[in-house]
């Protein structure tokens, strides 16, 4: 018994569905094979090295970072000896002079007479106590 069927004046066979493989040849097929390993073990490449760079940029700024915290915990030492860092001087006094030409700035510009207090801070870390010794263990 044949197991063809007429669909539409075509007589169709029973058999895969689709387009037929098309006769490649073979040494255009490897060709392209071997392209495209070239393409990506490139790709890998070059993720490797930017992976590297983004890792040492990390490690340089946690490096950075370590030292800046030791000489916080520095600075703190020192000021619970009552003891102020001369860093922490030379910034408070920054700050107030910046604060004076500021203020010196807005009075002529405004033509007001106002005292200031010289404290340029208005939160003080004294002020709240927390438990630093625990903090920097």
């Known amino acids: 018994m044949d ?71 520095q600075w703190c030492m020192a000021m619970d000896q009552g003891k102020i860092p001369s860093e922490i001087k030379a910034l408070l006094t920054g700050e107030e002079q910046s604060k004076a030409q500021q203020n010196s700035t807005k009075l002529a510009k405004a033509g007001k007479t106002e005292t200031h207090s010289n404290n340029p801070c208005e939160y003080h870390a004294c002020d709240n106590k927390i438990g630093t010794e625990s903090f920097f263990v």
């Open 3 to 73: 197991d063809s069927k007429v669909i539409g004046g075509k007589v169709k066979k029973p058999g895969k569905r689709g387009r037929k493989p098309a006769k490649i040849d073979l040494k255009a097929k490897l060709e392209r094979s071997r392209q495209s390993a070239r393409e990506c073990r490139a790709r890998k490449k070059l993720r490797y090295q930017y992976l590297e760079e983004l890792v040492s940029s990390r490690e340089r700024a946690i490096c950075a970072l370590r030292e800046e915290l030791e000489m916080y915990k």
